[in-house]
């Protein structure tokens, strides 16, 4: 008796775990998925580099959305795709200002604690011929004092001519995209493969 009991509860608690799952799971199935510019649409620091395994491992619970200071977590809604409720940010409306408090409520592996400096959320890139500063259309130098890395970052051009150069140790915030007063926003986080320097094609 004690048995079947014991069983029958079992399959109720199962059920019932199913069941709270199911809206989760429709939603990401249900929701089309569109054309996401990557500069776009980063990943909090210390999200897992293998983007599937990042939706595989979010359960979408909102956490890291609630507890950031800056409020720039955002989640994916009905364009998600299968990425549905799995957070991310903007940098062209809110950066990041990698104070880590995302990586400490996340419940699962999705977000992990990371040193500020070894935080990989890709890497700024100038377009040399749209800065104002290298143009010759003015001093600037907004990227450079907003950097929470300081110099590791960001830096002006030898001898100081205003002209910022991203360093290696830039992390990829997207603090410098915020601030940027182009509106064409000639510096954006891309992939570290695409390097630091925009490059142009000569047709």
Not at 159 to 182: R, S, T
Request: some cysteine.
């Amino acid at each position: 008796m004690r048995r079947r009991s014991f069983l029958q509860r079992l399959v109720y608690s199962t059920s019932v775990v199913a069941a709270g799952a199911i809206p989760f799971a429709l939603s990401r199935l249900l929701a089309p998925a569109e054309l996401l510019l990557a500069r776009r649409h980063l990943r909090p620091p210390g999200a897992l580099k293998n983007d599937g395994a990042f939706v595989a491992a979010c359960i979408g619970c909102g956490l890291c959305g609630e507890v950031c200071p800056p409020r720039c977590i955002q989640f994916h809604r009905r364009d998600g795709g299968t990425q549905v409720n799995t957070p991310y940010i903007n940098p062209e409306e809110k950066a990041c200002t990698l104070c880590g408090k995302c990586t400490e409520v996340c419940p699962t592996d999705a977000l992990n604690p990371v040193e500020r400096e070894k935080v990989d959320m890709g890497v700024a890139q100038i377009d040399r011929s749209a800065c104002y500063p290298w143009v010759d259309r003015g001093i600037c130098g907004a990227c450079v004092s907003i950097c929470p890395l300081g110099d590791q970052g960001i830096d002006f051009k030898q001898w100081n001519q205003y002209q910022p150069v991203i360093q290696q140790g830039c992390v990829g915030c997207g603090l410098c995209v915020e601030v940027c007063p182009h509106p064409s926003l000639p510096i954006g986080i891309v992939g570290r493969s695409q390097g630091r320097v925009m490059g142009h094609t000569v047709s």
